[in-house]
């Protein structure tokens, strides 16, 4: 038995692995914005677009005079714009999930993000998961099957702000 696991140890010092436990999917992951930021920039206007079904059928959408759908700054009326942007919008959803287990992120008020609390991984899978039924949903370009589905995405943000987000005051915001 001492054997074995002196054998499996030179291996894993063979291969360069160290022994503590390290996920290898996110050894290299790099982080740069705080959870705020991360939000804005990511998580925000790509639901933005999911959520805009509810209210436009991507079919509908015509371009926009005078703008070059080249240079637009709003996915759904760009060249990859109407539900190509809405798949591609739920796919940023569930992309997106992965940046928010990185470890080493902190939120706008110093406090590191709880990434390793049992009840932050269950809302970034319930993201993921919504993100991907978005996605398949948003490939059958039913308008109203989509509608329901920005619901589910909703839910999955709101249940993780409710929980880490909405404290007050700010400063115990991700405690
Ligand atoms: C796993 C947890 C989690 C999930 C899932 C999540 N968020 Fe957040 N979100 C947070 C936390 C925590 C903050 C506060 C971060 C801070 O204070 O730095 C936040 C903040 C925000 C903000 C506020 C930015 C600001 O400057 O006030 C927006 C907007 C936001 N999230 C959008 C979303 C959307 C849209 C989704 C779903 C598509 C989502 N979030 C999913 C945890 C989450």
């Known amino acids: 038995m001492r054997h074995t696991i002196l054998r499996l140890t030179l291996l894993l010092a063979i291969c360069g692995l160290p022994l ?15 959870m705020n930021q991360l939000m804005r920039g990511a998580l925000y206007p ?17 371009p926009v005079p005078g703008l070059d759908p080249s240079l637009s700054t709003d996915p759904l009326t760009s060249t990859f714009g109407g539900w190509v942007a809405v798949e591609n919008a739920a796919l940023t959803l569930a992309e997106s999930a992965n940046l928010l287990i990185i470890p080493g992120r902190a939120c706008a008020n ?45 839910q999955a943000c709101a249940g993780c702000h409710r929980k880490w987000r909405d404290r007050r005051p700010a400063a115990n915001r991700c405690k």
């Open 46 to 62: 790509a639901s933005n677009v999911v959520f805009s079904v509810q209210n436009d059928n991507p079919s509908d959408l015509k």
């Open 110 to 154: 110093g406090v590191a993000a709880p990434t390793m609390d049992p009840a932050w991984v269950a809302f970034v899978q319930q993201l993921r998961d919504a993100g991907m039924l978005a996605y398949r949903v948003a490939r059958t370009r039913d308008q109203e099957k989509m509608s329901d589905v920005a619901e589910t995405v909703s």
């Open 20 to 34: 503590a436990a390290q996920n290898p999917s996110t050894k290299d992951a790099q982080v740069h914005a705080d």
